[in-house]
């Protein structure tokens, strides 16, 4: 990437994509608009359906947005530029897309073939624990195999941007750990990266930032910090049976939102101030909070929240 | 076309050959092909007395032949070719690389033209050595296997923007493999049919090609005439390729 390239690797301005016309169009992706950095790895979360691929497809100009802009690099158009734009970029589509009859080195090496500035065959299979399987024929691979596969593809040159669409779906652990590793690599000597998952986990671990889509647009966007501040921390302990109805006053959430096993949880969205409170009751009282814990927010607790309050906006979901 | 896309073809192309090299039976398909279409022309022409129609037997089996492993070996597998990789999702996977569309189309289908034309060559060979006739316009003929190679390949990027799945094919090219030689002379010669249809014939889309072949041998095409049905062949092939072009699908529909 030059050095007088703008902050900002993509920009993505008020973009829909539809499918079908007329009564049977479907607006899979509806009014996003976001930004991702030079070097940033960016994730897009969303359950099934949200409209991850269907934006990343945009941004890999692999379909036109049926409104708004997209721009890379500064100033290029994903479809219109691509031919300017597809030697600096690498992806990976949800699905393979690989002749099923060709071994795996032979894939490898059609598209090392098809790939300026390519690293050699045997290094990129090495790169992604494939060597033992040169010799095996794409059909005849686990899922996460193929997993590598196609990530060994998508990382063949050093692009400056890389679009991983669901990039460890069905990798043992092991196999996640050399993915997450490569991505690293990748984005510590520059690469900007846009990654879809469904995986919290990977996003939380791996995600400069992020943003979480629910039916087509984004619900919220930002660090992982930034999005799970927004949601309450939780307190957790035990409590003897008689102490129950006796929690001390003054809690910013003091009606219990479970009581599962014995244990109170309250969700709170002061944590400090609650926890202090809550400690400071219990000593007054000589109560001891069996197996107390004080969390903030996990991104999956934010995720499922999201989720659970947009649940039922779909109603203004465009049929035209 | 730049030199990085004829770098690409020829990956495709190679590609291609690797895996048809591995299907044996597609050795006794580009082998056996040429014989029983020559074994077959010289038994239906013989009942159709040519010569009674002022046809010479060469010229015409060229055609024939020509025109039958056209539809066959190219059209329908350039066609099935686009369908199955489609459906695999590697022309989408390709599109996410730095091959251009023109490249991935013709980077594949290079590999059927090649077999297509090798035999052409070896029927081409064959029916000169039987008659005893050689080409009389090698430019002419060469002229008629180049546009109807593109005319093929065309005609199969718009057949398989037709198709929605690989069962379709068969459904999708039925009319190139059974009207299109029927109208075109591939089948009969033209001459063979009343006067007036025949003369409206020679502007289906394989005619020209089949006139262009004959003349190879015959020398019956004035410049004129060869120059006319060039054209017309390429405004065939310009006419599909618009159409692929508009309605080509890269991915399974969805």
């Given at each position: 990437m030059?050095?007088?390239?703008?902050?900002?690797?993509i920009?993505?301005?008020?973009?829909?994509r539809?499918?079908?016309?007329?009564?049977?169009?479907?607006?899979?992706?509806?009014?996003?608009?976001f930004?991702?950095?030079?070097?940033?790895?960016?994730?897009?979360?969303?359950t099934?359906?949200?409209?991850?691929?269907?934006?990343?497809?945009?941004?890999e100009?692999?379909a036109?947005?049926?409104?708004?802009?997209?721009?890379l690099?500064?100033?290029?158009?994903?479809?219109?530029?691509?031919?300017a734009?597809?030697?600096?970029?690498g992806?990976?589509?949800q699905?393979?897309?690989?002749i099923?009859h060709?071994?795996?080195?032979?894939?490898?090496?059609?598209?090392?073939?098809?790939t300026?500035?390519?690293?050699s065959v045997?290094?990129?299979?090495?790169?992604t624990?494939l060597?033992?399987r040169?010799?095996?024929?794409?059909?005849?691979?686990?899922?996460?195999?193929?997993?590598?596969?196609?990530l060994?593809?998508?990382?063949?040159?050093?692009?400056?941007?890389?679009?991983?669409?669901?990039?460890?779906?069905?990798?043992?652990?092991?196999?996640?750990?050399?993915t997450w590793r490569?991505?690293?690599?990748?984005?510590d000597?520059?690469?900007t990266?846009?990654?879809?998952?469904?995986h919290?986990?990977?996003?939380?671990?791996?995600?400069?930032?992020?943003?979480?889509?629910h039916?087509g647009?984004?619900?919220?966007?930002?660090?992982?910090?930034?999005?799970v501040?927004?949601?309450?921390?939780?307190l957790?302990f035990?409590?003897?049976a008689?102490?129950?109805?006796e929690?001390?006053?003054?809690?910013?959430?003091?009606?219990p939102?479970g009581?599962?096993d014995g244990?109170i949880?309250?969700?709170?969205?002061?944590?400090?101030?609650d926890a202090?409170?809550?400690?400071?009751?219990?000593e007054?009282?000589?109560?001891?909070?069996?197996?107390?814990?004080a969390?903030?927010?996990?991104?999956?607790e934010?995720?499922?929240?999201?989720?659970?309050?947009?649940?039922?906006?779909?109603d203004?979901?465009?049929?035209? | 076309?730049?030199?990085?896309?004829?770098?690409?073809?020829?990956?495709?192309?190679?590609?291609e050959?690797?895996?048809?090299?591995?299907?044996?039976?597609?050795?006794?398909?580009?082998?056996?092909?040429?014989?029983?279409?020559?074994?077959?022309?010289r038994?239906?022409h013989?009942?159709?007395?040519?010569?009674a129609?002022?046809?010479?037997?060469?010229?015409?089996?060229?055609?024939?032949?020509?025109?039958?492993?056209?539809?066959?070996?190219?059209y329908?597998?350039?066609?099935?070719?686009?369908?199955a990789?489609?459906e695999?999702?590697?022309?989408?996977?390709?599109?996410?690389?730095q091959?251009?569309?023109?490249a991935?189309?013709?980077?594949?289908a290079?590999?059927?033209?090649?077999?297509?034309?090798?035999?052409?060559?070896?029927?081409?060979?064959a029916?000169s050595?039987?008659?005893?006739t050689g080409?009389?316009?090698p430019?002419t003929a060469?002229?008629g296997?180049?546009?109807?190679?593109?005319?093929?390949?065309?005609?199969a990027?718009?057949?398989?923007?037709?198709?929605?799945t690989?069962?379709?094919?068969?459904?999708?090219?039925?009319?190139?493999?059974f009207?299109?030689?029927?109208?075109?002379?591939?089948?009969?010669?033209?001459?063979?049919?009343?006067?007036?249809?025949g003369?409206l014939l020679?502007?289906?889309?394989?005619?020209?090609?089949?006139?262009?072949?004959?003349?190879g041998?015959s020398?019956?095409?004035?410049?004129?005439?060869?120059?006319?049905?060039?054209?017309?062949?390429?405004?065939?092939?310009?006419l599909?390729?618009?159409?692929?072009?508009?309605r080509?699908?890269?991915?399974?529909?969805?």
């Amino acid at each position: 990437m030059t050095r007088n390239e703008p902050e900002d690797c993509i920009r993505v301005q008020d973009v829909w994509r539809r499918y079908g016309q007329g009564k049977r169009a479907f607006d899979a992706v509806r009014g996003v608009s976001f930004t991702v950095r030079r070097g940033e790895l960016f994730a897009l979360l969303g359950t099934n359906g949200a409209g991850k691929t269907s934006t990343v497809e945009l941004l890999e100009g692999l379909a036109r947005p049926h409104r708004g802009a997209i721009r890379l690099f500064g100033g290029l158009d994903p479809v219109a530029d691509r031919s300017a734009i597809r030697p600096r970029t690498g992806a990976m589509l949800q699905q393979g897309g690989f002749i099923s009859h060709l071994t795996v080195a032979e894939t490898v090496g059609m598209w090392a073939d098809l790939t300026a500035g390519s690293r050699s065959v045997p290094e990129a299979m090495e790169l992604t624990g494939l060597s033992r399987r040169a010799e095996v024929l794409v059909q005849n691979l686990s899922g996460g195999e193929r997993r590598r596969l196609d990530l060994a593809v998508a990382t063949l040159a050093q692009p400056d941007l890389l679009f991983l669409d669901e990039p460890t779906t069905g990798m043992d652990a092991e196999g996640r750990q050399g993915t997450w590793r490569l991505i690293r690599q990748l984005r510590d000597r520059g690469s900007t990266v846009v990654l879809t998952t469904h995986h919290l986990d990977e996003a939380e671990t791996l995600a400069d930032r992020l943003a979480i889509m629910h039916r087509g647009r984004i619900a919220t966007a930002g660090t992982v910090r930034q999005i799970v501040a927004d949601h309450p921390a939780t307190l957790s302990f035990g409590l003897p049976a008689g102490l129950r109805e006796e929690l001390p006053p003054g809690l910013s959430a003091p009606t219990p939102t479970g009581t599962a096993d014995g244990r109170i949880t309250l969700a709170t969205g002061h944590l400090q101030r609650d926890a202090t409170r809550l400690l400071t009751w219990a000593e007054s009282r000589g109560v001891t909070l069996e197996h107390f814990t004080a969390r903030p927010a996990s991104l999956e607790e934010a995720f499922i929240r999201i989720a659970a309050a947009h649940g039922n906006d779909d109603d203004d979901r465009e049929l035209t | 076309m730049k030199s990085v896309d004829l770098a690409h073809m020829k990956t495709l192309f190679r590609i291609e050959w690797k895996l048809f090299r591995r299907i044996k039976g597609n050795y006794v398909f580009v082998v056996f092909a040429p014989l029983m279409i020559i074994v077959a022309m010289r038994f239906v022409h013989d009942q159709l007395d040519l010569a009674a129609h002022g046809l010479n037997a060469a010229p015409v089996m060229a055609a024939t032949a020509t025109g039958v492993l056209l539809i066959f070996s190219l059209y329908s597998s350039v066609t099935g070719l686009y369908v199955a990789r489609r459906e695999e999702l590697v022309l989408k996977r390709l599109r996410t690389g730095q091959v251009s569309d023109l490249a991935i189309l013709t980077g594949g289908a290079s590999m059927y033209v090649v077999v297509t034309v090798a035999q052409i060559a070896a029927v081409a060979a064959a029916v000169s050595v039987m008659s005893g006739t050689g080409v009389r316009q090698p430019l002419t003929a060469l002229a008629g296997l180049l546009t109807g190679c593109a005319l093929m390949a065309a005609m199969a990027a718009t057949t398989a923007a037709l198709c929605r799945t690989a069962e379709s094919v068969m459904v999708a090219t039925l009319p190139a493999l059974f009207v299109l030689p029927m109208i075109s002379g591939v089948y009969l010669p033209r001459e063979v049919l009343p006067a007036p249809l025949g003369d409206l014939l020679v502007l289906a889309p394989l005619s020209a090609t089949v006139d262009l072949i004959r003349s190879g041998w015959s020398a019956e095409l004035t410049a004129l005439d060869t120059l006319a049905r060039i054209a017309l062949s390429l405004a065939w092939t310009a006419l599909f390729a618009w159409i692929a072009a508009r309605r080509f699908r890269w991915e399974p529909r969805t």
